[in-house]
């Protein structure tokens, strides 16, 4: 069931909630076009109204060879509060280099390229987090305490990079509420 759907800066969002395992397909994408060139740090942000009190926030991650996702400055606030950060670890800036406040499911099903890991490189705050899944996809979740009803802006910032001239394909950043 759709929840939500938002254009932004010509890239398509879709928002759902939907019950999820590690075999079922993607969620609802954000696509990145094809390039060989590396791609901008671009911001996104959509409003969520809660029907349960603990949604869980999930990013998809799915690449090409010569290529990977970074994701940095995540945030949900709530529409009547937004001086109050609902994640843990929401700019993965824990020193440890580690995804405190974070999970990262399907791991297993991304065979091809690195996992999802924080890196301190081409971020846009001192840490991102980093996934280059050329085969399979696989999920960065956080459940935040939500009162039903309430609107929840839920923003981050994501690039795509692409660090060789050969090869091709697409990079794709999915998102969802669980």
């Given at each position: ?91 993965f800036a824990n020193l440890t280099l580690n995804l405190t406040g974070w999970t990262i499911m399907c791991s297993s099903s991304c065979t091809g390229g690195t996992g999802g890991t924080i890196i301190t490189t ?57």
């Amino acid at each position: 069931m759709y929840v939500n759907h938002l254009k932004v800066s010509l890239i398509y969002i879709k928002i759902f909630t939907i019950a999820y395992n590690c075999t079922a397909p993607e969620l609802a994408s954000i696509p990145y076009v094809n390039g060989t060139t590396n791609g901008t740090w671009l911001p996104y942000s959509f409003n969520y109204t809660a029907n349960e009190t603990s949604p869980t926030l999930m990013f998809g991650f799915a690449s090409a060879n010569f290529m990977y996702l970074a994701l940095d400055n995540v945030s949900v606030v709530d529409t009547a509060n937004s001086s109050v950060e609902l994640l843990v670890n929401p700019n993965f800036a824990n020193l440890t280099l580690n995804l405190t406040g974070w999970t990262i499911m399907c791991s297993s099903s991304c065979t091809g390229g690195t996992g999802g890991t924080i890196i301190t490189t081409n971020c846009l705050a001192d840490n991102c987090f980093r996934s280059e899944c050329t085969t399979g996809h696989e999920y960065l979740v956080q459940s935040f305490p939500a009162t039903v009803g309430h609107t929840y802006n839920i923003s981050f910032w994501s690039q795509r990079v692409k660090y060789s001239t050969t090869g091709s394909g697409t990079a794709t950043l999915y998102v969802g509420i669980l």
